[in-house]
Structures are given as structure tokens and as C-alpha cells.
């Protein structure tokens, strides 16, 4: 849909961004401009998604490892473990 006098004339385009870090910062930046969120609201969501991806992918490897599962045979499955696995 265009709406006259509002809708970009021409299209836009958006990067390159040289790393997807860039890119994830960049669309961070984004609801910010848009007056969603305000900065320190990016910054914290930023850092508490860094910290759910690095354990996300801990998780993934361990299995993928078979870490999980020696640990399981080892030591008697934790009940943590019980509920991802």
C-alpha cells in the first residue's frame, strides 16, 4: 500500500552490515528510534539476550558433545537435565 506524501518515493535499502553483531545492534537501535524503547532498555535487552544465547548454545553443544548424556550415566540424571533432555 502507498500512501501519497508519506511512503518512501523510492525503495530503501538497509546495510551491509559487516558482522551479524552489527546487524543485531543495529535493529536494537531501531525500536529505539522508533521511540518504542528507550536506551537503557536496548542496552539490558542486548546483554540479557547475550546471556540466554550463550547458555542456548552451552546447552545445544553439551548434547551434541554427548556430554549430557555421560553425565547422566555417571552421576544419576539431575533434575534439570531431566527436564531438557
Do not use: K
Not at 7 to 31: E, F, K, N, Y
Amino acid at each position: 500500500m502507498v500512501e501519497p506524501g508519506v511512503t518512501p518515493r523510492a525503495d530503501i535499502v538497509l546495510g551491509p552490515w559487516p558482522t551479524w553483531t552489527q546487524w543485531a545492534h543495529d535493529c536494537a537501535l531501531s525500536r529505539m528510534w522508533a521511540g518504542v524503547h528507550f536506551r537503557a532498555a536496548v542496552t539490558e535487552g542486548a546483554a540479557l539476550g547475550t546471556r540466554i544465547a550463550d547458555s542456548a548454545y552451552t546447552f545445544v553443544d553439551r548434547h551434541i558433545r554427548g556430554e549430557v548424556g555421560a553425565a547422566r550415566r555417571a552421576h544419576g540424571a539431575e533434575r534439570s537435565e531431566m527436564l531438557f533432555c
